[in-house]
C-alpha cells in the first residue's frame, strides 16, 4: 500500500497535523444528517448493540460522503458504509511516489541489522510493501529470504522489476502463500486500511510459522479520530480522511483482534507522542492545522513511478535516525501516543 508511507514521511517532516479536541458544546449551526449503514454486528467485536454515526467524512476522489461510526461495545471507529473495492481504487490513484524512498532503504537495514536475528536466515514478508525500498534494506542487511505483497500494480512493478524483489501483486488473501512459509512478517500501517481485519489477521497468522514474529504498526484509533470530531465541531463540513483509514482501533479492539486470531502480544510502544498530545488538547495546535481536515479538489493522477534522485548522506546517517526514533518511543500502551508499535507471536 502507498499511503501508509507517505503519511508516515509527512509526519516525520511535521506538514501532516491531527487536530485537537477543545471541550465546548456544539454550536446551533444545522448538522450534516447522513443515512447509517453501518453493518451489525460490529465487525470487529461481534457486538449487536449498533453504532453512533459522529461526523461525515470524505475520501479524496471519491464522491461518497461516509459516516465516522463508533461501536458502543468495543469503541472501535470506523467508516460507515465502509467503502467499496471501486471507490477505493479511486482514492489509491498512484500521485503518492515524489518522496525520499531511500531513506526506507535505510530504515530497513537498520530494521534488518536490530530486529531480525543473525542465526535464523528465515523467510521475511512485508505486508503491503509499495516500491520495496523498506524490503531491499532489509535484504542488504540481514541475510534473512524477503517477499512482499502490494495491491498497487504500479508499485509492485517497479519493486519486482527495477529491484528484483519477490514481490507479488494482490490482497494477502488472494495471494494464497502455503501454510506456516513465513518466519517473520512486517505490517506497517497496513491494518487501519483492511476491510476485514479479523480475516486479514487469521490470513497473517495461517502463513506464519507458530513462535513466528510479527511486527505490526498501527494507529491509535481514538487519538487520530479526535481530529476529525474537533474540525467538524468547529466547521461543520464534511471532514476529509485523507489517510484513507477505515478503522480507527481502540487498544481493547487491538486485543479482541489478536487473542481472536491467535496472537500474543510480546512487546509495545508508543510513538508520535507530541502529535498525540496536540491532537487531545494537552499541547497547542500548529497553525494551519484545519487544512489538512478540509476537502478540495483531487491532484489529476499520475500513471508513471518517478523517484527523486538519491540523496549523499553522511555514513551513519540511518543507524542514527533509526535510534533516535526508537529512543522516542514510550514501552507500553499510552492513551495519548498517536501511533503504536506491537510485536506479535503466532501462538
Ligand atoms: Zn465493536
Redesign the pocket.
Known amino acids: 500500500m502507498t499511503v501508509p508511507i507517505l503519511e508516515q514521511e509527512l509526519f516525520e517532516e511535521g506538514k501532516l497535523e491531527s487536530g485537537y479536541v477543545i471541550m465546548f458544546e456544539m454550536g446551533d449551526s444545522e448538522s450534516h444528517s447522513f443515512p447509517s449503514a453501518f453493518p451489525s454486528?460490529?465487525?470487529?467485536?461481534?457486538?449487536a448493540?449498533g453504532p453512533r454515526d459522529l461526523c461525515p467524512l470524505a475520501l479524496d476522489g471519491v464522491e461518497r460522503i461516509y459516516q465516522l461510526a463508533e461501536?458502543?461495545?468495543?469503541?472501535?471507529r470506523f467508516l460507515n458504509p465502509l467503502p467499496s473495492d471501486d471507490e477505493l481504487n479511486q482514492f489509491y490513484s498512484p500521485h503518492y511516489y515524489g518522496s525520499d524512498w531511500y531513506k526506507h532503504e535505510g530504515k530497513g537495514r537498520e530494521f534488518g541489522r536490530v530486529m531480525l536475528s543473525r542465526d535464523l536466515k528465515g523467510k521475511f514478508l512485508d505486508v503491503g510493501c509499495s516500491l520495496g525500498f523498506f524490503l531491499n534494506g532489509v535484504r542488504q542487511s540481514s541475510g534473512w529470504q524477503v517477499y512482499g505483497t502490494e495491491i498497487s500494480a504500479e508499485a509492485a512493478a517497479f519493486a519486482h522489476d527495477k529491484l528484483g524483489l519477490e514481490v507479488r501483486c494482490g490482497t494477502l488473501g488472494g495471494l494464497n502463500y502455503p501454510d506456516s512459509f513465513f518466519d517473520y512478517l512486517h505490517i506497517n500501517n497496513v491494518l487501519e486500511h483492511v476491510k476485514d481485519p479479523s480475516g486479514f489477521l487469521k490470513e497473517c497468522r495461517r502463513i506464519l510459522r507458530q513462535g513466528g514474529r510479527c511486527y505490526l504498526s498501527v494507529p491509535n484509533g481514538p487519538v487520530e479520530s479526535a481530529g476529525f470530531l474537533n474540525y467538524y465541531q468547529i466547521e461543520n463540513q464534511p471532514v476529509r480522511a485523507r489517510n484513507g483509514h477505515l478503522y480507527f482501533f481502540s487498544q481493547a479492539?487491538l486485543r479482541?483482534l489478536f487473542q481472536e486470531t491467535h496472537f500474543r502480544i510480546v512487546s509495545s510502544r508508543t510513538y508520535g507522542l507530541r502529535r498525540g498530545l496536540r491532537a487531545l488538547g494537552y499541547l497547542p495546535q500548529k497553525p494551519g492545522w484545519k487544512k489538512h481536515y478540509r476537502t478540495h479538489a483531487v491532484v489529476p493522477v499520475q500513471s508513471s513511478i518517478q523517484l527523486p534522485a538519491r540523496k549523499k548522506r553522511l555514513p551513519g546517517y540511518y543507524a542514527f535516525r533509526f535510534w533516535q526514533q526508537r529512543l522516542k518511543m514510550l514501552p507500553g500502551f499510552w492513551k495519548f501516543g498517536l501511533d503504536f508499535e506491537i510485536i506479535l507471536q503466532a501462538d
Open positions: 454486528p460490529c465487525p470487529i467485536c461481534g457486538s448493540e461501536c458502543g461495545a468495543c469503541r472501535t479492539a479482541f
